[in-house]
Structure formats: structure tokens, C-alpha cells
Nanobody, 124 residues
Framework: QVQLVESGGGLVQAGGSLRLSCAASGRSFSRSTMGWFRQAPGKEREFVAA????????YYADSVKGRFTISRDNAKNEVYLQMNSLKPEDTAVYYCAVRDYSGNYAYPSGYKYWGQGTQVTVSS
């Protein structure tokens, strides 16, 4: 059974940092693109970042470019999201996901497996 478990969320002041982790189990995802999405109350789930299977290619939403860094450790079957210079508008539930074989990395519909999410709250 495939399972993705996010951790590392919490409450932080604006300008602070958090590091999210996503641990995958049930199978290896070393050949899959992994992504992070977020969803704020009353809003649709939106793309944050994605990383190719080897880690050689990364993609970011314009809103987080230069502040967030996605990385992965295939030996541990984990993916991470380092978030710096956090802003109140970054407040959301953050989800990690595994891209489907031919899915578009920037859209939720392009992903097959999802975690349960971790709350990130940035206070002003």
C-alpha cells in the first residue's frame, strides 16, 4: 500500500523558515517526479514545486521562486521542501504527491498519489 506522510509544518513568523519532509512507503518512487502543492482555505490546490526523478530538474511556482527549494533523497524515498522568507500568504496545507506517468507536473490532475497534508501557518 502506497503511503505518503508529510511532516515539518507549524506556526512561524513572517520571514522565518520551515523544512517540510515527505516520507514515501509501499514502493520506491526513485523513477517518479515528485511535487509539492498547497491549498489555502477557500482556494484551489495550487502547484508549489516539483523535482524530477534524479533531482536534476526542479520547477517552481513564480510565487515561491527564490524562497523555496525542493530536494529529494531517493535512498530514503523522501522529498523535502525548504521554505525561507515565509510570508503570510504562504499559509496553507501543504501536500506532497507522486506524478503520474504522463501527468503535467504543474497540475494536481497530473499526480497519482497524495499525502494527507501538513499545516503551515505564517503570522504577520
Amino acid at each position: 500500500q502506497v503511503q505518503l506522510v508529510e511532516s515539518g509544518g507549524g506556526l512561524v513568523q513572517a520571514g522565518g523558515s520551515l523544512r517540510l519532509s515527505c516520507a514515501a512507503s509501499g514502493r520506491s518512487f526513485s523513477r517518479s517526479t515528485m511535487g509539492w502543492f498547497r491549498q489555502a482555505p477557500g482556494k484551489e490546490r495550487e502547484f508549489v514545486a516539483a523535482i524530477s526523478s534524479s533531482g536534476g530538474n526542479t520547477y517552481y511556482a513564480d510565487s515561491v521562486k527564490g524562497r523555496f527549494t525542493i530536494s529529494r533523497d531517493n535512498a530514503k524515498n523522501e522529498v523535502y521542501l525548504q521554505m525561507n522568507s515565509l510570508k503570510p500568504e504562504d499559509t496553507a496545507v501543504y501536500y506532497c504527491a507522486v506524478r503520474d506517468y504522463s501527468g503535467n507536473y504543474a497540475y494536481p490532475s497530473g499526480y497519482k498519489y497524495w499525502g494527507q497534508g501538513t499545516q503551515v501557518t505564517v503570522s504577520s
